[in-house]
């Protein structure tokens, strides 16, 4: 087993024209133009490379959100299911307490749930509303304040002058 001295340039080989060094301005110009065509490659390869791993990363994204879109929709798709598979049941429930009458147990079932819809939508828009009013009288308040604490009077407090006049 032999033994080889560690190379300086830790195996990478610089690529000559020839086994010594360049002779002539001519032929070191042509060594020159030769290793920046190389580097040129290089540099190439290395922005083709990363543009490439750059689409997979986009690609590998859009199969994800893909994936999440079709799983969604699946889910809601399991809970509608679920909800009508109840509703009925109830409305049949409710029909067999009523002697048979599967259609009135339809009826009062799609009323009760339709009513809840309903007062739930009217719940929903006063409370934002409301919260949204609240919000913007606290802004006003907040400000007339500050312009009694700069002024001494507030915009309300001009106004009520100026139509004494």
């Known amino acids: 087993m ?3 001295p560690p190379d300086k340039n830790m195996g990478w080989e610089t690529r000559t024209t ?11 110009f042509h060594e020159a133009v030769a290793q920046i065509s190389e580097l040129r490659e290089y540099a190439s390869y290395f922005v083709s490379a990363k543009l490439d791993a750059i689409k997979a990363g986009v690609r590998s994204g859009l199969v994800y959100a893909a994936l999440g879109i079709v799983g969604g929709i699946a889910g809601a798709a399991f809970l509608a299911c679920a909800a009508v598979l109840l509703l009925v049941g109830l409305a049949h429930g409710l029909g067999a307490l ?3 009458r599967d259609w009135l147990g339809d009826l009062i079932i799609g009323v009760l749930v339709l009513g809840a819809a309903v007062a739930g939508a009217i719940i929903g828009i006063k409370k934002i509303t409301g919260a949204s009013r609240k919000q913007t009288v606290e802004k006003y308040e907040t400000r007339k304040l500050q312009q009694r ?3 001494g009077h507030d915009v309300k407090q001009r106004a009520r002058e100026q139509s004494d006049r």
């Open 2 to 4: 032999s033994t080889k």
């Open 18 to 28: 020839s086994t010594q060094d360049p002779d002539t301005p001519g032929e070191a």
């Open 98 to 100: 009523f002697g048979g």
């Open 149 to 151: 604490q700069n002024f």
